[in-house]
């Protein structure tokens, strides 16, 4: 199975900052790699497809950017509603594996 | 507008079975594959399997080989996911999800989650 590593764990951040994620695949998964953002008691959502594709309906101060086996999720200028969990999730290759989440919490 | 509503929350003792239902809403139900993911408190997400709602074809992760079955009824829009032999570390959120791409393989929309208690 593909392991799918995030970093950091958590972070703190002031509404305005610029955020940054990073997730690395154990192998090269081209550029199949999505982003979810998971808030309290609710499924996930998705943020970012095909590592950099946003979904309709998805502000663009989200973007998301890497290949091969490292890929970074970008907030430009993080807003209240953005405090939440991160996923990366591979699509390269079955089972699907996800990241273990960076927590984005208010400073 | 896409939704996926599941069915409520279970609790069940260690051997039982479980079968969650996903109602599908706002699209074409043959036209998007139906995955199921499940997340154990605290824990990230974890896939669990899939069907093809056009072919009926599903693949499961070896994780839940032989104890998982995911089934589907076209006519009412619906997918299922059964899990048998249940023990206690199986006591997580399931969510239903649609696929989105099948290049990217990401799960565009996501079902509220049933929770699923595994207690003796």
């Known amino acids: 199975d593909i392991q799918m590593t995030q970093s950091p764990s958590s972070l703190s951040a002031s509404v305005g900052d610029r955020v940054t994620v990073t997730c690395r695949a154990s192998q090269s998964i081209s550029s199949l790699l999505n982003w979810y953002q998971q808030k309290p008691g609710k499924g996930p959502k998705l943020l970012i497809y095909?590592?950099?594709s946003l979904p309709s309906g998805v502000p663009p101060r989200f973007s998301g950017s890497g290949s091969g086996t490292d890929f970074t999720l970008t907030i430009s200028s993080l807003q209240p509603e953005d405090f939440a969990t991160y996923y990366c999730?591979?699509?390269?290759?079955?089972?699907?594996?996800f990241g273990g989440g960076t927590k984005v919490e208010i400073k | 507008q896409v939704q996926l509503v599941q069915s409520g929350a279970e609790v069940k003792k260690p051997g039982a079975s479980v079968k969650v239902s996903c109602k599908a809403s706002g699209y074409t139900f043959t036209s998007n594959a139906m995955h199921w993911v499940r997340q154990a408190p605290g824990q990230r997400p974890e896939w669990m399997g899939w069907?093809?709602?056009?072919?009926?074809?599903?693949k499961y992760s070896q994780k839940f080989q032989g104890r998982v079955t995911i089934s589907w009824d076209t006519s009412a829009s619906t997918a299922y996911m059964e899990l048998r032999s249940l023990r206690s570390e199986d006591t997580a959120v399931y969510y239903c999800?649609?696929?989105?791409?099948?290049?990217?393989?990401?799960?565009?929309?996501w079902g509220q989650g049933t929770l699923v208690t595994v207690s003796s």
């Open positions: 095909g590592a950099s």
């Open positions: 999730q591979q699509g390269y290759s079955s089972p699907f594996t």
């Open positions: 069907i093809n709602v056009g072919n009926g074809n599903t």
């Open positions: 999800a649609r696929g989105g791409s099948t290049t990217t393989w990401d799960f565009d929309y």
